[in-house]
């Protein structure tokens, strides 16, 4: 059973677009992870969030947490080809994380110059 | 600051055989957790050590073990190999088990033949 559903699956833009990326459940989440992995590297960890309602920015990518605590979303504006790689969500479900990060299967997202 | 670092990158096995990854947290974390990525599955999560004793472990066979030293590395075994054990491992550090942000080192890319 995959409790993280992420879409879209793949994504293939021009650069200077826009998009978003979902990350949804049916369980609630104590906090939710953002990661970003490329090709043969592990993932690096871009933001968490915490509380239901919660946006938090990093530069051009934009994060929030769904009031419920159920869901989170990215929005990347202007998209560069520097953006290009996997982007993983993953849930938290008890306090300190104990039973392991849920992970989503991902998005792969290109960006074309 | 060191982050975390995974030995071997590579490591190619035959079916049958018997594998030990490692894993050294960034100092001063406590907490080391592995999980196993495949194209098909994502990121599943193993297991989770912090001082020394396993916190939690996921679905996985008990072909796949791990242990924490007390400067808190980690190391996990893979006995009796088989080909769906083809994968990349990665280690995560945490600061503690209260804490949900996860650090990730590079993997340790294992085939299994």
């Known amino acids: 059973t995959q409790l993280l559903e992420q879409s879209p699956q793949f994504l293939s833009i021009q650069e200077g677009e826009n998009l978003t990326v979902y990350c949804n459940s049916s369980?609630?989440?104590?906090?939710l992870q953002w990661y970003r992995q490329e090709p043969g590297e592990g993932p690096v960890l871009l933001v968490t969030?915490?509380?239901?309602?919660e946006v938090k920015k990093l530069k051009r990518l934009t994060f929030q947490f769904g009031d419920a605590r159920k869901d989170s979303s990215l929005h990347i504006t202007a998209a560069q080809p520097g953006d290009t790689g996997l982007y993983l969500c993953?849930?938290?479900?008890?306090?300190?994380?104990?039973?392991?990060?849920?992970f989503g299967k991902g998005t792969h997202l290109i960006i074309q110059p | 600051k060191a982050g975390v670092t995974q030995t071997p990158r590579y490591l190619i096995k035959t079916r049958g055989q018997q594998v030990t990854l490692s894993c050294s947290p960034i100092?001063?974390?406590?907490?080391v957790s592995w999980y196993q990525q495949t194209p098909g599955q994502g990121l599943q999560f193993l297991f989770e050590?912090?001082?020394?004793?396993?916190?939690n472990k996921g679905n996985f066979p008990g072909r796949f073990s791990g242990r924490q030293f007390s400067n808190s590395r980690s190391e996990m075994n893979v006995s009796t190999l088989e080909l769906g054990d083809s994968a990349l491992y990665l280690c995560?550090?945490?600061?503690?088990?209260?804490?949900?942000?996860?650090?990730f080192g590079q993997g340790t890319r294992l085939t299994v033949v």
């Open positions: 995560a550090s945490k600061i503690g088990t209260e804490n949900t942000e996860a650090f």
């Open positions: 369980s609630v989440f104590s906090s």
């Open positions: 969030v915490v509380t239901g309602g």
């Open positions: 993953a849930g938290a479900r008890s306090g300190g994380g104990a039973d392991g990060l849920t």
């Open positions: 100092s001063g974390h406590r907490s």
């Open positions: 050590y912090f001082s020394e004793t396993q916190r």
